[in-house]
């Protein structure tokens, strides 16, 4: 069956930088968007970044011009660069991804803490 595998996430200093990565797996799949969603304590979960098959990206107001996705599609893989990472960053980062034919599938989340 289709999964999402995440990692990367960990505790940084403010300023700091981390890369999540996020591979769907299970068997030989065609997907069309992948995207990154995160989680602070309280609140709703928010779109980050949305990576489409043909390459085009969209980043949420917060961290445009800071986080940077990327996708392998011969790997099934997203990627999320953070740089200049704030404490109002922490947060659980779950990937999204809507896999062709299949539906629309979630990673367990992995845990990002910007903290001095």
């Known amino acids: 069956q289709v999964q999402l595998v995440e990692s990367g996430g960990g505790l940084v200093h403010p300023g700091g930088s981390l890369r999540l990565s996020c591979v769907v797996s299970?068997?030989?799949?065609?997907?069309?968007?992948m995207d990154w969603y995160r989680q602070a304590p309280g609140k709703q979960r928010d779109m980050v970044a949305n990576?489409?098959?043909?390459?085009?990206?969209y980043y949420s107001d917060s961290v445009k011009g800071r986080f940077t996705t990327s996708r392998d599609n011969a790997k099934n893989t997203v990627y999320l660069q953070m740089n200049n990472l704030k404490p109002e960053d922490t947060a659980v980062y779950y990937c999204?991804?809507?896999?062709?034919?299949?539906?629309?599938?979630w990673g367990q989340g992995t845990q990002v803490t910007v903290s001095s």
């Open positions: 990576t489409y098959s043909n390459g085009d990206t």
């Open positions: 999204r991804a809507l896999v062709i034919g299949k539906g629309i599938y």
């Open positions: 299970g068997g030989d799949y065609k997907v069309k968007n």
